[in-house]
């Protein structure tokens, strides 16, 4: 192969590269856009406006990043904190992987809740949720809820909401404050990937939680506001 054809070769092939990297980048921006208008109107960060559930649901991620506190996690804990204080929700699900007694999210939220002035009889761990489509059907086949309110912030919550509306739930989400600096960015990179994993979740694979196990019975609380119908 000579010079000319080389350099031939080596265009065609970035060209490809290019094809394919646009293609790519374009369906996850459509992917995403389809999601975040699916489930826009099911989003909510005024308290005022959100509907009262029987059942808040928290999705899971660590409680550290680096060596400080994730932001992520503390505006969750302090948003379901929050509905709960003012009875928009009566019991708290969290959900979370647990891959070994050094590392458990659900344990975690719940310590961190119990401290925020949530009764720990108004809380339910979920060990099962190792992903988001896992956290969500699991509070239905598992928790046996049907209507809830998911707890996370507004990029993570539509996606989590579009999976619930997808499988047939009554779900809207409460939008925590999103973190700040360079891992919002990051992170809103990553959820194009993980909108384009659903949509193939959701539509070609029917994929299912990877543990199911014996239902979980919730028992509710009163609610705990002062500002009750």
Known sequence: ???????????????????????????????????????????FADLDHLPRNDVGLVLGTSRN?????????????????????NGKIRHIIVSGSNPSKYYNEPEVMRRDLVE???????????RGGLRTLDSVVRAHKVMGQTSFTIISQRFHAARAVYIGTSRGLDVVAYCAQDASG???????????????????DLNVWNTQPQHLGRPVEINFQPRASAELD
């Not at 010079?3 to 980048?25: E, N």
């Not at 360079?182 to 193939?200: F, H």
């Open 65 to 85: 990043r680096g060596n400080g506190l994730n932001e992520f996690y503390a505006h969750r804990i302090d948003a379901a904190a929050q509905l709960y204080r």
């Open 1 to 43: 192969m000579n010079a000319t054809q080389v350099r031939t070769a080596v265009a065609v092939l970035g060209l490809a590269l290019a094809v394919l990297v646009s293609g790519l980048y374009l369906s996850a921006r459509y992917v995403s856009w389809r999601i975040d208008e699916t489930a826009g109107p099911r989003l």
């Open 182 to 200: 360079p891992v919002l960015l990051s992170s809103r990179m990553r959820e194009y990937g993980a909108r384009m994993m659903a949509m193939w």
């Open 116 to 126: 925020a002035g949530v009764p720990t009889d108004s809380i339910t761990e979920d």
